[in-house]
Nanobody, 123 residues
């Protein structure tokens, strides 16, 4: 069965760092764009970052300069390096797979989602 599994979430103090990983199983995703989204309690899911098949990236303004998305096609894994974390980054983080090789910030472009991993940033 094709699935995405996130890991790496946890509790960190403001200014700290975490690296999330999203492992894909069941098939290779090297030809697909991948994205990270997040949903804070009581809020709608929002775009965080995405990476194309070729490695081009796009970020939400709120994380630009602090977060870095990358992929290791040999390991079928996408990463989200999060530095200088802020309390407002607290959310459940989801990775998602697009049916396209081009990245999008619109969640409707993504067809497969992981179960999410909780990131909590304390002040």
């Amino acid at each position: 069965q094709v699935q995405l599994v996130e890991s790496g979430g946890g509790l960190v103090q403001a200014g700290g760092s975490l690296r999330l990983a999203c492992a894909a199983s069941g098939r290779t995703f090297s030809r697909d764009a991948m994205g990270w989204f997040r949903q804070a309690l009581g809020k709608e899911r929002e775009f965080v970052a995405a990476i194309s098949k070729g490695g081009s990236t796009i970020y939400a303004d709120s994380v630009k300069g602090r977060f870095t998305i990358s992929r290791d096609n040999a390991k079928n894994t996408v990463y989200l390096q999060m530095n200088n974390l802020k309390p407002e980054d607290t959310a459940v983080y989801y990775c998602a797979k697009s049916e396209s090789s081009i990245y999008y910030s619109d969640s409707i472009r993504y067809s497969l989602w992981g179960q999410g991993t909780q990131v909590t940033v304390s002040s």
